[in-house]
């Protein structure tokens, strides 16, 4: 078997709206479309980074919390790739968004911090 690419990740949210709009407003990911499916009382929304298709974020009536902290088992986080963690950290922070401070990974020397969606996924930025 041969994988091409990672080609979207999945995200259940407990507020639809709230979460929509942190990740087209806050983030800046751009809608492909947005599909209301009655039958699951529930919505899907694909969004996509520099026209690559990463996210669809689902709405379903009261889904059952998930731990992220301390650590759970399972996907631990998902990190998106900038050019400088510090001016994107400051972005966030200005829209309300709190970051970690900004840490060094000692294998590659490269610039990084967490922050939390709005249902406290944990989120990261590492620097190109």
Same mark, same amino acid.
């Given at each position: 078997m041969k994988l091409n690419k990672v080609h979207h990740i999945a995200i259940i949210c407990s507020d639809y709206p709230? @979460?929509?709009h942190f990740y087209t407003d806050i983030l800046? !990911? &751009?809608?492909? *479309?947005e599909v209301y499916r009655e039958a699951r009382d529930s919505y899907k929304l694909d969004l996509k980074l520099n026209e690559n298709y990463v996210i669809e974020l689902f709405s379903f009536p009261n889904p059952p919390a998930r731990p @992220? +902290?301390?650590e759970a088992q399972g996907l631990r986080h998902l990190a998106f790739e900038v050019d400088d963690v510090a001016t994107a950290a400051a972005e966030l922070n200005a829209k309300g968004? *709190?970051? &970690?401070?900004? +840490?060094?990974d000692e294998y590659t020397g490269k610039k990084f911090t %967490? %922050?939390?969606?709005?249902?406290? !996924?944990? !989120?990261e930025l590492y620097e190109k």
């Open positions: 709230k @979460s929509k800046g !990911l &751009e809608i492909i *479309q @992220s +902290r301390p968004i *709190q970051t &970690e401070p900004i +840490r060094i %967490f %922050f939390a969606d709005p249902d406290d !996924l944990p !989120l």
